[in-house]
Every structure is written in structure tokens, then in C-alpha cells.
């Protein structure tokens, strides 16, 4: 068998390229890619497209099916909109939810909506009242809905996001059937460098899978077009200019000569002509790019990067939340992790509530609570005012999206100069995320 062309742009951990690797050979793929901003991923990497002659993997495109990017510019100019920019974003975070598990407190019927109800695959239509409610939420994590000042002098909006719970529940069922279980079966995640799960595209599993995650990905499309119109009426503007793609996905597309399904997690497709929105930090420039014309689509199989690529997990940006055991005075900073209270409670042959290790509360009683038991190193009191320094009006947000958890997306684009061509620059002056409380499953 011939070696698998892989290619790596930038620099990258040298695990996601060996997640890349193990997950071409499984499936005899025809080449594979890592862009710039590829990192580690849930088997494969994020940054990450494999192109696959006969399978489709739902561990490729990941949870979150069809997540990606849309990019509008409206009519507004920007120096016009900035001295009400305060009351507009706060207008977004009261009408658009973000956070795990959130409603839309404005329902919106859509034609995705009679889609799911009639889905080939039946199990998505019983799905269908939840999909509803989501419809028009954002989620968490590295997701939001920001405005942004173009280099042209016009306002732009940009969102990222995906199917939400929709997408979530049908990899999460297909990954479940793939390990013999049914579709509403929980099963644990599979090792972060685990192989891929392939579905041969002429089995009953791969014809499902491949039903099931375009619409997963047509109701990630009416989400983010849902959203950017609430925007707009917000703003009592109209859109002038569209760029809209998914970067969780599989196209079937002809590289090297075969015709392959392209596994995209974490990759923006980029054919020669074709737009793309990128986004950068809450704090940086994103851009608006494009495929350059005359590049042999083969050797990045029409991929770029998606994004600036952390730098950081979550956890070593942020810190770790937990249960913990904290004095019951709320006004008392003092707390000891789940372990040193228990194995101090059995040391005192205490079993009472009164027990307490507080040394300034000595009558008192310890409680369970969720908070940090880690440090994390990102101060993000400083992000905070920072952003509010540079003209920048966040809402929400945690140190984990902060721009120090992210490399620059400048350097990660300049290891793709010769296949994309920057076409506009959007500085961010109004960032809206889910609070730091919330919580996101949904995997890249």
C-alpha cells in the first residue's frame, strides 16, 4: 500500500498530527490535512480533513455537526452605530440565548422544522420539539455572535455556532450504534487518541449517517441565518454581502483524482474563488478570506484553518471548576478539596455537620460547592479591561476564550498565504458569548 500524503502548515503538536495519521490509515484515506490551527482532538484532530474514498466518520465530524461560521455586511455604517453600541449589545444578550441547554425565549417556525419531522432517519423527528426550542440559540464555549468594524467603514456581524442539541443527540446516537448500542444508548466518550469510527458509505450505518448529518447541518444553517436576522432587526439594517460555511462536516469531493468524502473538523472549506469567515479572539482582527485562484486543491484538499487555534486547554487558561468543600459563612473565602475534607473528617472520628476545618469559623459547618479548585493562567479581570480600553463592549466570555488561550490568527494564516488571500479585516467593538457559568459538551 503507498504511503498516505499527509500535510502539515504551521506549527503544530506533534499528537494531532499522529491523531491525523492513525485516522487516514484506518480508513485507506487518499490524503490528509492539518491547518495551521490544528490542536488535539476527540480521535481526530481539530484543524484537521481526511479524505475518505468509501467511508464517513462521525468521531471526524465531531458532535457539533455543521458547526461554522456566517458573516454578514450590513448597510450601517460603522462610526454611525458605535455611540449606541452599548444599548444594541445589550439588546443581543436579552433577545439571543447563549449557554448549554437554552431556549429560545422568541420561537421561530422554520421549513428545517417540517424537515426533521419527516427525516429519513426516524429517530431525528422525535427530536424535533427540541430542535424547535433551540432554534435561534448559540451555545457556549467558543461560540457567539460579535459585531465587528470592517476595513470598508461598514458594520458586519459574525456568528459561530452549530446544530446545537440537535447535533449533538445524532452523534452522540450514532456513536452509540457504532459500538453495538442503541441510538438513545449513553455510552463513554472513546480515548482522545483512539482510531476514528468509519462507517462504509454503502452500509445501513453509513446511508444513516450520511441522511442524518446533512440535516443536522441544514438545521446548523437555518440557526445561524436565524440569529444574524435577529441582528440585523436589531440593528434596523440589512445584510449587503453573505459568507456562510460549515466547518464540522463531509463533502464529497474529487482530490488526487478520487472521489472522496472530505472529513472537515475544525476546516474551512477554501476552493479557489471561494469566501470564508474567520474568526480570531474576542479581542483581535478576524477576516474575511478567499481561496486564491490557480492552487492545486489537492495538497490542502480545499482546506483552511477555521480559526486562531488554542494555545491552551480550557483547563490551563481557565482553571478547573469542581465540588468542593467551602465554610458555610458566604462571606468566607476558606475552602479544602472533596478529599482533604474526608480524609480529615475520619482522622477527627467526626460525623456530624458542625465539622468545620475553617480556622475562622471554628463552630461553623463546611458545605458543598461547585468552585475553582485550580488556578488557571489567564487573569481575566485584566482581559476584561483591557477589551474595555480598545473601544471593545464584552458580554459574557471566560478566561478560556481569552486571546492569550489562542495563537495569533495573522501567524496561523501566514502558514496558508499561498492558498488564501485575506479580502477584509474585522475588528471586533462588540463580543457577546455565554456567561463564564455555563457549561458546553458539544465537542469541535
Known amino acids: 500500500?503507498?504511503?498516505?500524503?499527509?500535510?502539515?502548515?504551521?506549527?503544530?503538536?506533534?499528537?494531532?498530527?499522529?491523531?491525523?495519521?492513525?485516522?487516514?490509515?484506518?480508513?485507506?484515506?487518499?490524503?490528509?490535512?492539518?491547518?495551521?490551527?490544528?490542536?488535539?482532538?476527540?480521535?481526530?484532530?481539530?484543524?484537521?480533513?481526511?479524505?475518505?474514498?468509501?467511508?464517513?466518520?462521525?468521531?471526524?465530524?465531531?458532535?457539533?455537526?455543521?458547526?461554522?461560521?456566517?458573516?454578514?455586511?450590513?448597510?450601517?455604517?460603522?462610526?454611525?452605530?458605535?455611540?449606541?453600541?452599548?444599548?444594541?449589545?445589550?439588546e443581543i444578550v436579552d433577545r439571543i440565548s447563549f449557554g448549554?441547554?437554552?431556549?429560545?425565549?422568541?420561537?421561530?417556525?422554520?421549513?428545517?422544522?417540517?424537515?426533521?419531522?419527516?427525516?429519513?432517519?426516524?429517530?431525528?423527528?422525535?427530536?424535533?420539539?427540541?430542535?424547535?426550542?433551540?432554534?435561534?440559540?448559540?451555545?457556549?464555549?467558543?461560540h457567539y455572535v460579535d459585531l465587528f468594524a470592517g476595513d470598508d467603514g461598514f458594520l458586519w456581524v459574525g456568528v459561530h455556532f452549530g446544530s446545537r442539541g440537535f447535533g449533538h443527540k445524532t452523534a452522540s446516537g450514532?456513536?452509540?450504534?457504532?459500538?453495538?448500542?442503541?441510538?438513545?444508548?449513553?455510552?463513554?466518550?472513546?480515548?482522545?487518541?483512539?482510531?476514528?469510527?468509519?462507517?462504509?458509505?454503502?452500509?445501513?450505518?453509513?446511508?444513516?449517517?450520511?441522511?442524518?448529518?446533512?440535516?443536522?447541518?441544514?438545521?446548523?444553517?437555518?440557526?445561524?441565518?436565524?440569529?444574524?436576522?435577529?441582528?440585523?432587526e436589531i440593528l434596523g439594517a440589512e445584510a449587503t454581502h453573505t459568507v456562510h460555511n460549515h466547518h464540522n462536516y463531509a463533502w464529497r469531493e474529487t482530490h488526487h483524482g478520487v472521489d472522496a468524502w472530505v472529513v472537515r473538523k475544525g476546516c474551512t472549506p477554501a476552493f479557489p474563488?471561494?469566501?470564508?469567515?474567520?474568526?480570531?479572539?474576542?479581542?483581535?482582527?478576524?477576516?474575511?478570506?478567499?481561496?486564491?485562484d490557480g492552487v492545486d486543491t489537492d495538497e490542502l484538499l480545499a482546506s483552511t484553518v477555521h480559526g486562531a487555534g488554542r494555545l491552551m486547554s480550557r483547563t490551563q487558561a481557565a482553571g478547573r471548576i469542581a465540588n468542593r468543600m467551602?465554610?458555610?459563612?458566604?462571606?468566607?473565602?476558606?475552602?479544602?478539596?472533596?478529599?482533604?475534607?474526608?480524609?480529615?473528617?475520619?482522622?477527627?472520628?467526626?460525623?456530624?455537620?458542625?465539622?468545620?476545618?475553617?480556622?475562622?469559623?471554628?463552630?461553623g459547618k463546611m458545605v458543598k460547592r461547585r468552585g475553582r479548585v485550580k488556578e488557571g493562567s489567564i487573569d481575566f479581570s485584566a482581559v476584561q479591561a483591557a477589551l474595555t480600553t480598545e473601544g471593545i463592549e464584552l458580554r459574557g466570555g471566560a478566561a478560556d476564550e481569552a486571546p492569550g488561550a489562542y495563537k495569533r490568527l495573522d501567524e496561523v494564516l501566514a502558514a496558508h498565504a499561498d492558498s488564501v488571500e485575506v479580502l477584509h479585516r474585522l475588528v471586533p467593538i462588540g463580543v457577546a458569548m455565554a456567561p463564564a457559568d455555563t457549561v458546553d459538551p458539544y465537542k469541535d
Open 174 to 232: 450514532f456513536l452509540a450504534m457504532a459500538a453495538g448500542r442503541g441510538f438513545k444508548d449513553k455510552v463513554p466518550d472513546g480515548e482522545m487518541d483512539g482510531p476514528p469510527v468509519l462507517f462504509a458509505l454503502d452500509s445501513e450505518l453509513g446511508q444513516a449517517y450520511l441522511s442524518a448529518m446533512e440535516l443536522a447541518g441544514a438545521y446548523a444553517y437555518a440557526g445561524r441565518d436565524v440569529v444574524v436576522d435577529k441582528v440585523l
Open 100 to 142: 448549554m441547554g437554552r431556549k429560545n425565549d422568541e420561537p421561530v417556525d422554520h421549513p428545517v422544522l417540517e424537515q426533521i419531522r419527516h427525516a429519513d432517519f426516524r429517530a431525528q423527528r422525535s427530536m424535533v420539539q427540541s430542535a424547535a426550542n433551540q432554534l435561534g440559540t448559540v451555545g457556549a464555549g467558543n
Open 326 to 363: 467551602e465554610c458555610s459563612d458566604r462571606n468566607c473565602p476558606f475552602w479544602v478539596s472533596m478529599g482533604q475534607f474526608r480524609d480529615a473528617r475520619e482522622r477527627a472520628g467526626a460525623e456530624d455537620g458542625r465539622f468545620t476545618l475553617c480556622p475562622e469559623h471554628p463552630s
Open 273 to 292: 474563488g471561494q469566501e470564508g469567515f474567520v474568526g480570531a479572539t474576542m479581542g483581535e482582527a478576524s477576516v474575511i478570506l478567499r481561496g486564491r
Open 1 to 90: 500500500m503507498n504511503e498516505i500524503p499527509i500535510t502539515v502548515r504551521g506549527v503544530v503538536d506533534d499528537r494531532a498530527v499522529a491523531q491525523l495519521r492513525r485516522c487516514a490509515e484506518a480508513g485507506n484515506a487518499v490524503a490528509g490535512v492539518l491547518c495551521a490551527d490544528g490542536h488535539v482532538g476527540y480521535s481526530q484532530p481539530i484543524g484537521g480533513a481526511i479524505a475518505y474514498p468509501d467511508h464517513l466518520s462521525p468521531s471526524g465530524v465531531g458532535y457539533d455537526i455543521g458547526c461554522g461560521n456566517k458573516a454578514v455586511r450590513t448597510d450601517l455604517r460603522t462610526d454611525d452605530v458605535r455611540a449606541d453600541l452599548p444599548r444594541v449589545m445589550d
